[in-house]
Structure formats: structure tokens, C-alpha cells
């Protein structure tokens, strides 16, 4: 196993108790006490159990860092320059209609710069992390993006809310940051959406970097309506000038 800082490992022993309430949850959807947040968004008994879980944990070992989390917002604490940020179910839809595409993110912020990030699918077992200048690993085995260097052979996941795209093969799965860690991977060749918030992508845009991908430059200090691509270094222009309106 590769050597893991004491921050990553917090968040890694967080993101497992939580999940634990995530499959039992996901088990029993029909107790679930459901309401609407917005269109296509709901918040559960599970996004918030998950959230408390997560933020409790997270301070338990540093008790002075910030907060920035999708259902509780900024919880501002002494360190404003260390935030965790956090989404309890990034792709909560899928979990209210019984699809196993779900995950628990999490990233800290040093700054205007993500240090840590993670993301753990607890119904495949499989978790996905980084740490600036470290790489990225799945299930403690290093990770890089694809090689492939011909768009037209690549695939591609995105919400394509807002973006005019021609000649992209591409797939909605329904959680940007289990996109953003396949691409990691190399499960899918890039990712490009608008309208996403800093808790969707923090995690998933270091494990790209880390993995030797490309992300668009993003300003860390703003946590909403944020347009993001990622890919291999090879691709990155080419999906660009692919995709209007970005």
C-alpha cells in the first residue's frame, strides 16, 4: 500500500463509516423520507445522516478547519484557510430510483488549492483518491488516464446541460464525480459539463491532475456554476475545439 498522509487517511476512514448508512439505506428506499430540493435534485434522510457523519468525523481530528458542504453550506471554524469540502451522495438521483451509481465525495482545500481528494462508490467497494504531487490510485494502485489520441474513438461523460456538442460520443451516468474518477482511470476518455458546484468536482479534478490529465482552470474561491473538461493532456485541445458554448 502507498504511504498516505494523515489527512487522506481521516477522510478515508470517514468516507467508510458513512457508508456504511449508504447500504443500508439503499436497501431499503421505500422508508426513505423524501423531499424536493429543486428539479431532478432531492435531498434524503440518508444525504443528511451521510453529511452529519462525514462532518463530524472530519473534525474529530481537526477541529479548526472549515467546512463546505452541499445540504449544511460554509461552517466557518478558526483555519479558513483549510476547508473541507464535501458531497454526502453525488448522485442522489440514482440512488432515490435504485441505481448503484452513487458516491460519497471529499477533497480538502489548503488555500485556493485542493491537497486531498476522495471518492468512494461503497456499493462497488471502490475508492478513488489523490494527494497534490502524490498521483492518483484506485483501490491503493496507481492510476493514469487513457492514452487513446483519437477523439473519435474516445467516450466521453457529460450532463451536456447548457453545452452544444457535434461528433462526441458520450454518456450521462448521473454523478460528476464518478465521471471525473473513471476519467482518472481511464474508463472514460474526458468529461465536460457547466452549472456544477465545487463539492460535484474538487475530489475528482486533483485525481485527474494526479493521474496525468488535464482539467480546465478553475478558481477554488467560487463553489458554484462551474464549467469543467477533463481529459489526457493529448486530447484536451481537441475535445475544446469540439465543443461550443464551453
Not at 502507498?2 to 457508508?19: G, R, V
Not at 453550506?73 to 448522485?91: F, R
Not at 494527494?131 to 489520441?149: A, D, L
Request: aromatic share 10%; net charge positive.
Amino acid at each position: 500500500m502507498n504511504s498516505i498522509s494523515p489527512n487522506l487517511n481521516i477522510m478515508i476512514k470517514a468516507s467508510e463509516k458513512a457508508s456504511k448508512v449508504l447500504i443500508r439505506d439503499f436497501g431499503e428506499l421505500e422508508k426513505l423520507q423524501v423531499s424536493k430540493k429543486g428539479p431532478k435534485d432531492f435531498v434524503t434522510n440518508a444525504d443528511k445522516k451521510v453529511e452529519k457523519i462525514l462532518i463530524e468525523e472530519l473534525l474529530k481530528y481537526k477541529k479548526k478547519f472549515s467546512v463546505l458542504s452541499e445540504e449544511a453550506g460554509y461552517i466557518k471554524n478558526n483555519d479558513e484557510n483549510n476547508t473541507w469540502i464535501i458531497d454526502p451522495i453525488d448522485g442522489t438521483s440514482n440512488f432515490l430510483h435504485g441505481v448503484p451509481h452513487f458516491c460519497i465525495s471529499i477533497a480538502l482545500k489548503f488555500e485556493n488549492e485542493i491537497t486531498c481528494g476522495l471518492i468512494f462508490d461503497p456499493i462497488k467497494n471502490e475508492l478513488f483518491y489523490a494527494e497534490k504531487n502524490q498521483g492518483s490510485f484506485f483501490n491503493n494502485q496507481r492510476i493514469k488516464v487513457s492514452k487513446k489520441t483519437n477523439i473519435d474513438e474516445c467516450l466521453f461523460a457529460t450532463n451536456s446541460e447548457g453545452i452544444k456538442n457535434t461528433n462526441i460520443f458520450s454518456r450521462v451516468t448521473g454523478s460528476a464525480a464518478l465521471d471525473l474518477a473513471y476519467v482518472g482511470a481511464g474508463r472514460f476518455d474526458g468529461y465536460f459539463q457547466n452549472g456544477l458546484n465545487l463539492w460535484d468536482i474538487a475530489a475528482g479534478i486533483l485525481i485527474v491532475n494526479e493521474a496525468g490529465g488535464k482539467t480546465s482552470d478553475i478558481d477554488f474561491k467560487k463553489d458554484k456554476k462551474i464549467s469543467l473538461l477533463a481529459s489526457s493532456q493529448q486530447i484536451y485541445k481537441k475535445l475544446s475545439e469540439k465543443i461550443v458554448k464551453f
